[in-house]
């Protein structure tokens, strides 16, 4: 059965709580505004589509496709990424609240994280590779076993990881981070 395919479409104000998503292929779409929270995601694919001050708290996005999305001021709270298609997984976030959602195991190389708020993320095992983080606020974020190479976290603050428990060479951290990097350790870095 195929799936519906919308193509350069513009969706404004639409809350899909109320009136239901329709799964598909979203290609070169754009969502402003719109509200999506604990909606049925699953199975649709979103090809170099931009969400913009969209809801999707809490939406289901098991075998969901993300490629090459753009996120600017989206509310995304408690979502499980670690459930969409990891099949060429790419995405930039700008001024987004993330929080307590789950990018546990992806394959994210080269995203992009700006302004973003990453309260108590599961980045477990993620691959996040050359990815930047700009200005993120990541209190209580988990990182373990996560390939951080070449990733910069210059201009982020709040992180505590573990350089042995995770993969960091060629990392970008700022001196004011560095107690970040010692927590284990129990020393005071004044």
Same mark, same amino acid.
Not at 122 to 125: A, G, L, M, S, V
Not at 154 to 159: A, E, K
Not at 161 to 165: A, H, L, T
């Given at each position: 059965m195929n799936k519906p395919y919308f193509f350069e479409e513009t969706y404004t104000g639409i809350?899909?709580?109320?009136?239901?998503?329709?799964?598909?292929d979203y290609e070169l779409c754009r969502f402003v505004n719109c509200q999506f929270p604990k909606s049925e995601l699953s199975e649709s694919s979103f090809i170099e589509?931009?969400?913009e001050g969209c809801d999707?708290?809490?939406a289901k996005l098991y075998g969901t496709a993300i490629r090459d999305c753009v996120f600017s001021e989206?509310?995304? +709270?408690?979502?499980?990424?670690d459930t969409c298609n990891d099949f060429s997984f790419s995405a930039e976030f700008h001024s987004c609240n993330l929080n307590l959602s789950s990018i546990f195991g992806v394959k994210l190389h080269?995203?992009?994280f700006i302004d973003c708020s990453l309260q108590e993320v599961?980045?477990?095992?993620a691959d996040l590779k050359e990815t930047h983080f700009e200005n993120c606020d990541l209190t209580k974020a988990t990182f373990s076993a996560t390939s951080l190479q070449k990733a910069d976290l210059?201009?982020?603050?709040?992180?505590s +990881?573990?350089?042995?428990?995770n993969t960091i060479e060629g990392a970008k951290f700022s001196l004011q981070g560095l107690p970040g990097l010692l927590d284990k350790y129990g020393i005071v870095v004044t």
């Open positions: 809350d899909f709580s109320k009136d239901p998503f329709e799964t598909g589509c931009r969400f999707l708290s809490m989206c509310k995304l +709270i408690g979502l499980q990424f080269n995203a992009t599961d980045f477990t095992q210059s201009t982020s603050y709040n992180y +990881i573990d350089p042995e428990m």
